[in-house]
């Protein structure tokens, strides 16, 4: 079993930038992929960015040039900088990681752009 952990989320203004963190906690050996997903209202889960277990990234192309994903496997934590954050990207964000083969998801935080 894989516990996650989010932190980071708020409201901001159009421009602004965000940091989410997301700590792994439980049998940590074993976990691959991490990232992050997102949710807005009406719509389905979407990938935003994930780390791959051999170290290369891939991001949603919309929001490629704005936000960075990173790991710190020593930290079993997994972050997402958010830059130039637009409405559109206005979501429920939840951590992600794979572990054996199965998904884990933390239980989400609200991030909200708005004016």
């Known amino acids: 079993q894989v516990q996650l952990v989010e932190s980071g989320g708020g409201l901001v203004q159009p421009g602004e930038s965000l940091r989410l963190s997301c700590a792994a906690s439980g049998s940590i050996f074993g976990i691959s992929d991490m990232g992050w997903y997102r949710q807005a209202p009406g719509k389905q889960r979407e990938l935003v960015a994930v780390v791959i277990n051999g170290g290369s990234t891939n991001y949603a192309d919309s929001v490629k040039g704005r936000f960075t994903c990173s790991r710190d496997n020593a930290k079993n934590t997994v972050y997402l900088q958010m830059n130039s954050l637009k409405p559109e990207d206005t979501a429920v964000y939840y951590c992600?990681?794979?572990?054996?083969?199965?998904?884990?998801w933390g239980q989400g935080t609200q991030v909200t752009v708005s004016s």
């Open positions: 992600y990681a794979r572990h054996w083969g199965l998904d884990y």
